[in-house]
């Protein structure tokens, strides 16, 4: 059993930045390929980031929506990965989860308004 907790999420201004985490109970996050997804209301989950197993920063892969203003990144010492989000806009805000495998944090809520 993998337990994940996110964390960071909260109310932004358009154009502006936030850091989320990931803190996940596993030995270590090197062995696990992982995701971050997001559902806004009424719509579908949907994958924004992932990081794949072997080195700190990558591979990585994106959604074509949020290519160039987020990032995705894991500190293996502390069993965390992140989401760096920048220029944020209205249409990202939703909940925001982590993935490894079949297990799924609660979610952390990100909200992009004036």
């Known amino acids: 059993q993998v337990q994940l907790v996110e964390s960071g999420g909260g109310l932004v201004q358009p154009g502006g930045s936030l850091r989320l985490s990931c803190t996940a109970s596993v030995g270590t996050l090197d062995y696990y390929a992982i995701g971050w997804f997001r559902q806004a209301p009424g719509k579908e989950r949907e994958q924004v980031a992932c990081?794949?197993?072997?080195?700190?920063?990558?591979?990585?892969n994106y959604a074509d929506s949020v290519e160039g203003r987020f990032t995705i990144s894991r500190d293996s010492g502390k069993n965390t990965v992140y989401l760096e989000m920048s220029s944020l806009k209205p249409e990202d805000t939703a909940v925001y989860y982590c993935n490894i495998q079949q297990f799924w944090g609660q979610g952390t809520q990100v909200t992009v308004s004036s």
């Open positions: 990081i794949s197993t072997s080195s700190r920063d990558g591979p990585t």
